[in-house]
């Protein structure tokens, strides 16, 4: 009798994707997100989630807050406090799955190396790709925050352009509108980061407002990745984040198109500027009874982590696999309304008329 294949359990896929997202998952944006978690129509009864949001002006001094008051005098009179409905709705999501046929003789270390080296990453991978394609499409969505524009050049380009270098100031641009998001940074846990794409980073790191020289100068005019990062978080007094993430933007069957996930086209390229609540590890909003309220420019709603799942046919004699995960990514107080109302403003992709931006098209 032929010797049967071992079969994958959940104890093995289990073990294996806990230790891919402990080697893998800060090369993901996702993993920088505040997250909250909630519940969808496999764990509850919806897949909609409400709470409500203390206004930010609850925690700011008001000209009659204060009164005098000494023994024997009764308390002020009650306050009230402004707050808002937040509601989100969470999709499950799966990839398509992976089949592997159960050949015999097949051993335990045959199977297991398989999904070592190619079931768990490929799909895991291709779950967290989702999660940054959401963040990224968030970041440049003018429906939750204000773009704005840098100075242009007198050639009508963009910061990609040397002969425009004279005429543009970005670090100006970009102070202009912090000004108004720092103040913000006062309220407990509101943490100012920035996002950007490596081809952005590229930009930026090259240009003279940020290297102080450039051709025929006697400063480089250019800088390493590292330091770039840590100047441009110095002068602009935040914490950056940037990606190289790739993704297949191609529609299903078509050829692959590999492009970056924050930079999927110039178009769409991200620089993003917003404050995010550091206040908890994950909030906690699976009860009525939570008094947890995420807030911020963008939260990541998880109501199931990335994990891969399994089915064993044993009729077609394969064992499938597939990636999937419940979540969205919403923004709190994303309005459009303006930088003080939805907490984060992104500067503009591409130079359109007199409004630059950051590549020329």
Request: glycine share 8%.
């Amino acid at each position: 009798m032929a010797t049967p294949s071992y079969v994958v359990t959940d104890v093995d896929i289990n073990r294996v994707s806990e230790s891919f997202v402990q080697s893998n998952l800060d090369k993901f944006a996702i993993s920088t997100l505040p997250k909250a978690l909630c519940l969808d129509k496999e764990t509850g009864r919806s897949n909609t989630t409400s709470y409500d949001l203390a206004a930010l002006s609850n925690a700011l001094m008001e000209g009659t807050n204060l009164r005098d008051w000494s023994p024997g005098i009764d308390p002020p009179s009650a306050g009230t406090l402004a707050e808002s409905a937040v509601e989100f709705t969470v999709r499950i999501r799966s990839t398509l799955d992976l089949p592997r046929p159960l050949r015999r003789g097949q051993t335990f270390e045959h199977r297991f190396a398989d999904l070592e080296r190619n079931i768990v990453p490929i799909q895991l991978s291709k779950v967290y790709q989702a999660h940054d394609a959401d963040i990224a499409a968030a970041m440049v969505n003018t429906n939750l925050f204000s773009r704005q524009n840098f100075t242009i050049g007198t050639s009508g380009n963009g910061l990609n352009t040397p002969e425009d270098y004279p005429d543009q100031n970005p670090i100006k641009d970009i102070e202009d509108n912090l000004v108004l998001l720092r103040p913000y940074t006062n309220f407990a846990g509101l943490e100012l980061r920035c996002y950007m794409s490596g081809k952005v980073a590229s930009v930026l790191a090259t240009h003279p407002a940020y290297t102080g020289g450039g051709a025929g100068s006697a400063v480089a005019s250019g800088m390493p990745r590292a330091e770039f990062i840590n100047r441009f978080s110095s002068l602009h007094g935040c914490k950056t984040h940037v990606f190289d993430n790739l993704i297949n933007s191609a529609a299903l069957g078509q050829s692959a198109t590999i492009v970056e996930t924050f930079n999927q086209a110039n178009s769409s390229a991200v620089l993003f500027f917003g404050l995010f609540d550091t206040r908890a590890g994950a909030f906690d909003l699976r009860s009525e009874s939570t008094s947890d309220a995420p807030d911020g420019c963008l939260v990541w709603a998880c109501s199931q982590d990335p994990n891969v799942a399994e089915y064993l046919d044993q009729r077609k004699m394969v064992q499938s696999f597939w990636g999937r995960a419940g979540y969205t990514i919403y923004s709190p107080r994303g309005t459009g309304a303006g930088i003080a109302s939805d907490l984060g403003f992104f500067m503009r992709p591409v130079t359109d008329g007199t409004n630059g931006g950051i590549f020329a098209s």
